[in-house]
């Protein structure tokens, strides 16, 4: 009989794309949705929570860069009724179908907000994941671009309200139908490749700035590496729209606003956009929101295929360093805009709607190159075991610190070598260790470590400092939660 082949060991790695997240990143992460969600709250904005899974159908055609909508989803086809499923892209995608879907239920206008993890099936690089969070929220049933002022002004409070201080980011407004308006100037709004020639170009703008835009909307240019890329090849009257359009921001809303009028001639639809954009400037000026925090401005071109109306993007300004130590603008980390269209794929009726999303990952990284979190999440106060038939009393004296709202846990590991306790205790980053044998059991007291002092002391007191300031104490066992809670009040 042949020998059974022994089945190889599964290799312990995270999935290509993927990460996990330990003890302190969960903790920043679930502290600042927190936050986020008190100011949704605050405006009025109701918590959602929709499935997951979507079918294929439902997420529709919207993923960036993917002409099938399952080529860029992780998606699944069922075996009994052969539909195909998907993990969610995005969060508007299922807003869209849960307003379709309840539209007799909810009110009008629905204002909803959400937050959790989205996956997208593409080629995961540096910092780019295909599971990562996004925070939502979104307005349904309101054609008045006030809907769209609310979000900026919301959008705003919430960078403040999570550590962004004023001066450290701009949210930027700008309105798909001023370019729709370019587009008709030019004469290129009904030829579809044209036009997305034209869409790409704009969207390089910031990379190759308004001489690089002229070549690549005429004949072409060369890049940085030496290839040369085709233009879209219009006459130079054909461009002279858009650069106009690209660098129209003036010193102010009102002088921006007239260059874009001049930029849209005589288009109806550009027109309407830049109304719709002088009333939000209005709106945003009259609640207090100036140019330090929210502007006008037409660079600003976001998922143009997606949005039909003001799009808006949120910038941090501050400098970071990259990986080779260069400082550079930290930039976007929310953006969103009107996307009139995406409920009428379910209804077959034109629903009005407006919304943001927050990249969480990336507002986590900036507050953390802000020094607003990640200075190390402190861990539970750790009840040592001296004595294995004594671990009724190490329990109490956890549950007594648990009762007064203080972190704590009893070492539930091999208690044989006492260093190896308190090694766990500095890998738990605890604050204080307490101690008690069956000697001071007897005299009813026990041993409170200060484990932050005592490694400050280590690192930097002399002797004499040390004989003074002893980082461990003997105390009485019913003043326990009163010095541990002195300890923890100082080190806060």
Known sequence: MAKQKKQPRPKAETPKGFRDYFGAEVTDRKAMLDTIAEVYHRYGFDPLESSAVETVEALGKFLPDVDRPNAGVFAWQEEDDGKWLALRYDMTAPLARVAAQFRNDLPAPYRRF??????????????????????????????????????CAMLADTLEAVGIPRGDYIVRVNNRKVLTGVLETMGVGDDEDTRNAVLRTIDKFDKVGEAGVRELLGKGRLDASGAYIDGVGLTDEQAEPVIAFLTSKGTDAEHTLANLRAAIATSSTGEQGVEELETIASLLDAQGYGPDRIVIDPSVVRGLGYYTGPVYEAELTFEVLDDKGRPRQFGSVAGGGRYDDLVKRFTGQAVPATGV??????????????????????????VTVMDRDRMVDYQRMATELR???????????????????????????????VIQGSDEAARGVVQIKDLVLGAQIAEEASLEEWKSQPAQREVPVKDLVKEVRAILDRGK
């Open 403 to 433: 009762q007064a709202g203080i972190r704590a846990e009893v070492y539930l590991g091999n208690p044989k070598n006492f260093g190896n306790q308190l090694k766990y205790a500095d890998k738990r980053e605890s604050p204080v260790a």
């Open 114 to 151: 959400t937050m959790g993890p989205v996956w997208r099936n593409e080629k995961p690089g540096p910092g780019r994941f295909r599971q990562f969070y996004q925070c939502d929220a979104d307005t349904v049933g309101a054609p008045s671009v006030a809907a769209d002022a609310e979000i």
């Open 357 to 382: 999303s927050i990249g969480v990952d990336r507002l986590l990284a900036a507050l953390r190159a802000k020094g607003r979190i990640g200075g190390g999440a402190q861990g539970p106060v750790v």
